[in-house]
Each structure stands twice: as structure tokens, then as C-alpha cells.
């Protein structure tokens, strides 16, 4: 089924100017533009299709994520996508383990965000081609392919590749109904656009009021810059959704560890479900409780380490679907719930792919589940997500809903789209 | 003293071809070419000092380091160098938490070793001014000075600054002595030129005689592609150095922890001291003795997790003199001995002044303790390190030794200096 020569690499930096409306603000990214790198792939098959693969970013410095793109580029280049998924382990480690790259990573940071758009754009293509969303596509695949698309380097100690085909094994009782469940009912989301740190209380209040009538049950909340600020804000969104819904809270890094228990400690009267990334991500040690990380090895030892009760995967940070694998079957093999960091610029898009898959054929629970869901910027998704009663519904069209509409693309391109042209002109008088 | 603003930043690419001649190469990088992002700092002082930085990488992706610094530019530009080390932990914590670029981050991977480039660069122009060398300007510093250059977030809970300011105090105590016996002695140096992967074994034999003839004592020899292939190369080694001198063994990242375990125990019998990098840098729980790291949070967790022996420092993979000073201050209070990474392009010129400051002012213990050592690439350098018996000798030039010879950085800049442009179009033919 799978076919073409990999013929044509482009990758644009596009920029969405959320900074100017306090959208995405938290304590440590004040003034975030939700950006991408945004990669197409083109075959020279005669059916047309296109891969498409991003990865997010905050504004400054998708300029250099695109340069290494394209510093990756010749891995790709006149590649036959059917080498490349036949082999897609080897393709996934020579990326990863480049003898000169590598240096530069490894498979974190600037290097491995490039991988994860470069590798988003195959798996688009490689769904399209096979016309399926690609949950259905991992849903549909057999175990022993499914495995031959992860690197299994540095996690054996944990997971071995044995250890994980029975747990795919396991996974194919009740598929079929699993399956049913999500088309009729989709996936349990919470929403993070009530209360962004940079919203005042009565933006809060009216985001809140509006969330309630929509269904919404379960909300995060951004913490950390000002330990009075977020308790009168804690206060006023429990207050609003009342004892009984869940609430979550999001430090995005702030806190060095005693700072963060000390902090935390005042705001336990407010119930929050979780505290997301009280401090460094690199702090393991560090960690009572912990969100998305880098790579498979930072996971592998927070769930070794027992130092995460909910696991955050991140379907543009880690090595795109291939990683994401990896992490999905660890934290079943160690009963902890997947619920997933969405947001930025296409990550529900993508993400919603990942845990439907997961729950079909992986967890079999939703137990303790929900996939993070920001209402803004889907408009300029060509499949953008579609939420019913505060669930992800499963998406019918083929490919990652990873493509973005051309005009929106052309518009926002850095720096000499016409939005940027305009703003940059604006700045400069 | 400190005195004028930065009025130019200059940025280049420069690579050397290393990989023709195997130098460099290990079980993880098999063709590295030798280079480094290179930055010239210029100010409007009418001394007509400049400040030079560098960052070591292995070829393919300097230009997505270099598009990085020219990224971080604008935090640089236009600061009036008083402002800068008059409040050094803040411009650190400026370049390193970006509220957009740290995402691309944080503090690891191509944006921090872009950071280090450019810190190296300020600390090179810091000295030149005072006219001291880096590692005398560090010695002659008082410790709440040399403590404002420290960013301690997310050190805090195993180093405070207080406890660091104790350290320092009491390393007031014999430093001037220890001060007279490095100016006579130099800093005891290890080998690991000797011994590169990609070495023939007549080429290995060679050279160890020649070290031997030179006073060397300590060697490292890479390892980790194929067991037999280890097994041979290390004991014609140790015959060759006998039972008495110093043998290390580096393993650049190649094993799971697993196979680490396995391996290891077969090279026992050559009686390494340290076994370097066995598995992923990011595996703390996994190591049971390891190398280098990306930034301070890795190592405080490592020393908290007693998962090394030895702590290697790397003067331009972390943040520049300001993160390692604080990494050298940790080693103290876990009494850990720091054995810094050397060799590249360059390390060995930056590292020496760090090492032999932590000898006077901080660790004041030779034992256990050695600095490597790799013998290429000096000639590139305006004032190269030098080594007597085995040893580095303190330099005496103002400044951090980073600036390279004018005439090296044209003839190797990448792709149009003169070397490559004769390189690219051998390829082509």
C-alpha cells in the first residue's frame, strides 16, 4: 500500500501573535507567540498526497528549530517511504543518533523537536496513504509491526520488546467494543483556557461561566508566579465549579523543590487533581509530581522513581509516534494513567490520535483519564479537533490532522507574512 | 575596571576535518569533524579588547547552534558589560529563561550550548580586561561576587547559597599556597589520544609508546562498538602500560543498562578506574557511574543519587563559568572529585582555568582528580595550553584562552573557507 519516493522537504516557520491577548501566559513563558515548525513532505507518487508534521513552539527560536529540520533533511530526501516504514526503528534511530547531530541533542531539545515534526509528517503520509485517521491506523496494525517502529535503546531495563508484545497482546480483548465506545462517546478532556495566568479575574469568571455551560467538568489553572494571586484565583474558580469537578494546577516549572512543597501546601485546601511541573524537568529526584518531559529516558526513570502519579505525554516534544509508543506501553506496564498536554498550535489535533489509540488498544481504562483541550487556533487545522460534551470525538478523516490551511499558513509565515509584516511594522513606529 | 558596551556580535561556523584521519571517533560518534560555534564579542570601550567564546560540536548541525546564538543576540547587544557582570546571575537567568526560546530548551541541547558560546565570550572579555587569566580572576575573587554569578534555581534543595558561601570561606584557608603549587607544578593530565575507536592497532601501539616516552601516566581508551574487538585493544594496552599506571575506559552512550552491566564485567580484568558514559546521559537511576552532563539539575541529582564516582565538567556543554562554578561547588560538599572533560575543539584551552581554580579555591585535593587531555587542535589557538610532565601548566594571558587564530577561523569556516571549499568539491567529483 505504501508508496513513493520522499521528493521534496519544505519547512516554514509559522507564528500566531497569542502574546497580544495573554492566551498560553504562564509563570514562566509571560508572553508566548504559539508557533510551529511546520513541515510538508512530498512524494512522487502519482496519488498526490502530502505528509504534513509540526512541532510547537513559543515564537523566538522557531527560526532555529527550522534550520534543524533542515539540517536533518538529507536522512529523509530520496528516501522510499516503504523503506522507511519497513524499517522504521532503523529510520527513527539514524535521526536520533546521527554521529554528528547527536552531539547536539541527544533527543532533546532544538534536535529532537525537528525530529518529532519531521516524523509527524511520515506518519500523516503514511495514514493518508493507507486512507485512516491514524488512531485507526495503529489500531488496525499488528503487534510485531507496531513494535518494529520503536527504539527500544536505553528503556530494556524497564521494557523489553517481549514485555510489550504481550502487553499488545492483552490489549486485543474488548478492542472492538473499545473501539465502538470511543466513536459513540469519544475521549474525556479537561480545559486549560478558563484561566491562563495572564487573564484577569473577571476574564476568568466569564471563561468559567461559559466553560460550565458547555459541559465542561474538569479545569486547569496556571500557578506559581504570586503566591496570593493564586490563591484568590483557586478560590474563585472552586467557588464556580463548586467542590464536586475536578481542578488541576500547571506551575510550568517555576518552583526549585522546597519552595514547591511549602507552596503547593497552601494551596491543598482548593483540591487540585494534580500539580503539573512544580519545578525543573530535567529533576527527577526533584519530582512528587510531574508532567511532560524530553524523551523516553526521563519518563522510563520518573515512573522508576514512583515520581508521578498522572504521566503527561506530548505528542510534539518526544520523538513523534514512534517515542510516544515507547512511553504509552511503560506506564501501562506500571498502572499509571496517561493524560496528555495538549494546547499550543495542533497538539489536540495530534494528541486526541495518541490516547484514543492507547485506550483502544493499550490501557483499556479511563479511569483517572482525560486529554487536555485549548480552545484556540483549530481554526486554521484543515481537520481541526471536534470536542462533544467535553470529550474528544474520534477523528474520520485519513492522515494525523497535522495539515494547516495554506491561506493560514501564507498568512502567519515569519517574518514576512502579512500578520507579521503589519505587527513588525506597528512595532517599529 | 569593567568597562564599555556591546556594540558588535559576530558568530561563525568553523569545522575542522577531523574525520579523515579517525581522530575523535567512538562508539557513538563515528565521524565527527571537529568544530565549534564561534563568537566575537566587541565593545565601544576605546581598549579595543574583544571578547571570544566558543562551543564545541561535531560537525553537521554548528549552523543550527550558530542560528541559536544569533537567537539569544538580542539579550547581548547593546549592554553596557557593568550592567552584565555587575548582575551576572540575572543575564544568566535572562538568556536561560527566554519566556519564548527556553521552550526549544530548557538549558540543554543546542539553545544552552549556544548560551555557553556566548557566556564564554563575556568571561574571555571579563578577564582581558582585568588582565588576568580566567582561572586568577576566579581565584581573586571575593566568594559573595563569585556567588552572584550562580543561578541556584533548582539547586536549592542540596546547595543553598550560604552553604556555598561556607565552601568558599573555608577554601580561603592555604590558597595561596595551593596558588604557588600549580604555578610550579601544573594540574595532573590524562591521555586520550591514544586511543580513539577508530585507530588501527599498530596506530594505537605507536602512539601509547610515544605517550609513555612523554611521562604520560593515565590513558583512556574508547570503547563499546564490539566486545572482542574492546577486549583485544584494551589488554594490548595495559601490557603496554603495565599494572601500575592509570587506565579509563569511555563507552560514549553506547549500552543499555543491561548490557552496560555485561560488558563491563568482561573488561574488568583490565582494571579500568572509571567507565564513562556506559548509557543514555539522561538515565540517572541507570548509571552506576557516569560522564558528563547537560546542566546542573542532572548533576545535583547524580551526586544525590550517588550514581557517580567521578564528576566530569564540560566548559561548553553547560552554562558557561556561571553553571560550572556552581556543579564545582556541589562536587564539594558531596566530595565527589571533579575530572573535567577535555579534547574537542578548544576544551582542553577553557577547562584548565576552571580546573585549577577548584583546586585553589574550592576542592584543594588532588586526589583522584586528573584533567583530560587531547592532543590536537592546539595549533589553532592564540595562546594554546601548555603541558609539562604530564601536566597543565596555569596560563598567564589575560583572558579564558578562547580566541583562535584569525587565519585558522577563515581557512576553516564552513562551507566557504578555503579548506572546505577544496573538501566539498572533492565530494562533488
Known amino acids: 500500500m505504501v508508496r513513493g519516493r ?31 515548525a511546520y513541515v510538508v513532505l512530498e512524494t512522487d507518487a502519482e496519488d498526490g498526497l502530502k505528509g504534513y508534521g509540526l512541532t510547537f513552539t513559543l515564537g523566538k527560536g522557531t527560526e532555529v528549530v527550522v534550520c534543524a529540520v533542515n539540517a536533518l533533511a538529507h536522512h529523509v530526501l530520496n528516501k522510499d517511504l516503504r523503506d522507511i516504514v519497513g524499517d522504521f526503528r532503523g529510520f527513527y534511530r539514524q535521526l536520533t543518533s546521527d554521529g554528528q547531530l547527536r552531539w547536539i541533542g541527544p533527543e532533546k531539545g532544538v534536535v529532537h523537536l525537528a525530529t518529532a515534526a519531521l516524523l509527524n509528517a511520515v506518519w500523516d503520509l503514511w495514514a493518508k496513504q493507507e486512507g485512516k485517521p491514524l488512531w485507526k ?3 488496525d496494525m499488528d503487534p510485531r509491526t507496531l513494535l518494529s517502529c520503536i527504539d527500544f535503546r536505553y528503556i530494556t531495563d ?14 486485543q480483548v474488548g478492542k472492538k467494543e473499545r473501539e465502538g465506545q470511543m466513536l ?22 466569564q ?24 490563591i484568590r484565583r483557586c478560590r474563585l474558580i472552586r467557588n464556580m465549579i463548586g467542590p464536586e469537578k475536578t481542578l488541576m494546577m500547571d506551575a510550568n516549572q517555576r518552583w526549585d523543590v522546597p519552595e514547591a512543597v511549602e507552596w503547593i501546601s497552601k494551596l491543598a485546601e482548593f483540591k487540585p487533581l494534580w500539580i503539573e511541573e512544580p519545578t525543573s524537568p530535567d529533576d527527577i529526584l526533584g519530582h512528587a509530581a510531574i508532567s511532560e518531559c524530553h524523551n523516553r529516558v526521563i519518563f522510563k526513570q520518573l515512573l522508576q522513581a514512583k515520581a508521578l502519579q498522572f504521566l503527561q505525554i506530548d505528542s510534539c516534544r518526544l520523538g513523534s509516534v514512534n517515542e510516544n509508543l515507547s512511553v504509552l506501553l511503560m506506564a501501562k506496564k506500571f498502572e499509571i494513567p496517561v493524560c496528555p498536554h495538549a494546547g499550543g498550535v495542533g497538539l489536540c489535533e495530534l494528541v486526541q490520535h495518541l490516547i484514543i489509540f492507547d485506550f483502544i488498544s493499550i490501557s483499556a481504562s479511563l479511569k483517572n483519564r482525560m486529554c487536555e483541550y485549548v480552545n484556540h487556533l483549530h481554526e486554521h487545522f484543515r481537520y481541526p479537533v471536534v470536542i462533544k460534551k467535553a470529550s474528544y470525538m474520534p477523528p474520520k478523516d485519513a492522515g494525523y490532522s497535522t495539515e494547516m490551511k495554506e491561506e493560514s499558513v501564507k498568512k502567519h509565515q515569519y517574518p514576512h507574512g502579512e500578520v507579521w509584516k503589519k505587527l513588525l511594522a506597528a512595532q517599529e513606529n
Chains 1, 2 share one sequence.
Open 6 to 36: 520522499i521528493c521534496r522537504l519544505l519547512v516554514r516557520d509559522v507564528r500566531f501573535s497569542t502574546s497580544l491577548g495573554g492566551h498560553g501566559s504562564d509563570a514562566m513563558h509571560t508572553d508566548p507567540d504559539y508557533s510551529a
Open 184 to 205: 459513540m462517546h469519544g475521549y474525556p478532556a479537561y480545559t486549560t483556557s478558563c484561566a491562563w495566568l495572564g487573564y484577569s479575574d473577571d476574564t476568568l469568571k
Open 137 to 139: 491506523l495503529l489500531v
Open 158 to 171: 524497564v521494557l523489553t520488546e517481549e514485555e510489550a508484545y504481550e502487553i499488545l497482546q492483552k490489549g
Open 207 to 230: 471563561l468559567c461561566t461559559e466553560a460550565l455551560k458547555d459541559g465542561w467538568t474538569r479545569f486547569k489553572v496556571k500557578v506559581g508566579a504570586d503566591l496570593q494571586d493564586d
